[in-house]
Structures are given as structure tokens and as C-alpha cells.
């Protein structure tokens, strides 16, 4: 959610957005002889975690979600047409063959909801839950409300109401101005 | 992505899997009086970079990816049912209220491909396009096949062959084993 306030060097028209329906095309790399589909599409969304309890009390009670497969290193959860994974951090830095890897990272994640007098409290129902408050809900220059809190491993979550952007009854997100 | 080598704890059947149908069920989360509509939904990744048009020749010429909208401070890309934000790192933290935030951050993207002959050419385009191989790919105990590349921010993507995971037209990943 934040939308932006300074002007637009280009915004594609609603006709040439790139949505879930014109992703149906496949888009094949013009000068490129492989020709396999490039789909404008993120599988996962790895966190690294310190302990798996400890996030899945965040994410479960926090959030209310339901993993989709768990073990003693990650927990699934099927996200709005991805999959979000947390990952205790020293396999993922095994996986990934790197080490190093630090909090808090240079990124965050968004959930956005359909009335801006929720966000307060699930910002709250998150603190309880784990979690802790980074920035207390306002309202910034470009419209909406949001506020941020951070997970047990200090992984930010904007928690956001933007009534520009549309939301499916599935919880498909589709930017909008 | 990486299937788990650990036994399960827990596996949803198909027919209690979050799908994206499921989603469609608002999840009034039980005990609270609120009555929100919790779902199992991430509206924006939001990466930190350093500057606009490095960033963005990583992702439209490496991954092909065409802007939503784009300023002097952030690009917004529609994905599979989100939204992929790449925002200076400076207004990034302006907006959190917080500084300091680090790279290589604890997490990662993942991008699958229905091919596996498709992740070494992918890896190598982006590499050539500002990106830098973190893994070559190889096969991991669990099956498929998958590597990492840095973007030019150094944040980690997974590129990753998966038989088990479904990918539809429209890009939506659903877990599998």
C-alpha cells in the first residue's frame, strides 16, 4: 500500500495492466530462441525464522491462518495464489548457500483489509501474538491507514486499508490508483 | 521450492488445504467480536533498492516483468494475486519507522518455471541483467531442481523447478507433495 505521491512517470491503463486475466498469455521473450512462458508470478515467500513455535504462534493466532504442511524446520501456509514458508533461517542459508543473512532485512509484506476500522485491531491482535508495534497506525499522504508490526524475527508487516485496490472474495490483490 | 525431507508434522488433505477456493469462505476468527474477515492473503512484497532503474532493469529485462506504475522512488509490478513493490530503501524506511534495515535480509523470493530445462537459462538472463548467481542449480534431496540469484539489491530469488507444486495459466501456485 502506499500509493504514490510523487507523479507517475508512466502508468499502464487499465486495458494494458498486467492482471491475473492477461497473465494468461503466454509471454515469450522477444530475441529469446527458448520460448518458455514468463509468467509475471512469485511462488514463495521464504522468512527465515529463529524457531518454528514461536512463529507459528505469530502467524496463526496473529493472523488466524492454517498451515498447509509443517515439520520441525517450516510451516506452509497457501497463500492468495503463492505460498508464504518460514523456514528456520540457518536451512535457508544451507539451501540458498549463503550464511550472513541479517534482521531487520531490507523488505516488508502488506495485508490489507477491507475497512480501515480493523486495522487497529489486528495491528493489537498481532502485538498479543508476538509480535511488536513499529509504527502506530495513521494515515499517510496518499490516502488509506496502515501501521506496521513487526513479527518474532523482526520481519515487517504493513497492516493497511486501501480503498483503491481491489481485493477478490479469494484475496487476489489488484493494484489500483 | 524445497519439499520438506523431514516427516510432516501435520498435512492438510486436499479437501482442508487453504485453496483459493477455500479462501472464498470468510474466516471469522472464533471468540472475537469483531467479525473482520480474516484472509489468508499478502496484498505487497515490498523490496528495498538502492536505486530505480538498476532495480528495474533486473526485473523487466531479466524476468521480463512490465511495470503497473512507476515514480522516481518505486515501481509496482502486478503478480499472481499481489503486488511486487520495489521502493527506495530510504523511503522504505521513512514509511516503516525504522532505519536500518540490512541486506542480504533472512528471506527469499522463489519464481517457479514449468520447465526444468527453463531454470539455467533463466538464472543466466538474470545474471546478465544485473543479477549474480548465488547457487548454481542443482537437484535438492527433496526433488526438482532450483538455484539463487541476487538482484542487484542482494535479495535472494530461488529459481526453481517443482513438479509437485501446481502452477495455473493465470501464475497461481498451489503447494503439493
Not at 489486528?122 to 490516502?143: E, F
Amino acid at each position: 500500500m502506499r500509493l504514490a505521491w510523487l507523479p507517475p512517470k508512466r502508468v499502464l491503463t487499465f486495458a494494458n495492466a498486467t492482471s491475473p486475466m492477461a497473465l494468461n498469455t503466454p509471454q515469450i521473450r522477444a530475441g529469446e530462441r527458448r520460448g518458455y512462458e514468463m509468467q509475471q508470478q512469485i511462488s514463495v515467500i521464504t522468512l527465515g525464522i529463529e524457531a518454528i513455535e514461536r512463529s507459528r504462534d505469530f502467524y496463526t493466532r496473529g493472523f488466524g491462518w492454517k498451515p498447509v504442511f509443517e515439520n520441525d524446520e517450516i510451516v506452509f501456509y497457501q497463500m492468495n495464489g503463492f505460498v508464504l514458508g518460514t523456514f528456520l533461517k540457518t536451512a535457508l542459508e544451507t539451501d540458498m548457500g549463503r550464511s550472513g543473512l541479517m534482521q531487520p532485512g531490507a523488505f516488508s509484506l502488506a495485508h490489507n483489509l477491507a475497512r480501515e476500522e480493523d486495522v487497529e485491531p489486528l495491528m493489537r491482535q498481532l502485538a498479543n501474538s508476538g509480535g511488536r508495534i513499529l509504527r502506530p497506525a495513521d494515515k499517510p499522504p496518499h490516502g488509506g491507514f496502515r501501521g506496521y508490526v513487526a513479527d518474532p524475527d523482526d520481519h515487517a508487516w504493513e497492516i493497511a486499508w486501501n480503498p483503491f485496490w481491489q481485493i477478490d472474495a479469494g484475496g487476489h490483490v489488484i493494484f489500483g490508483l
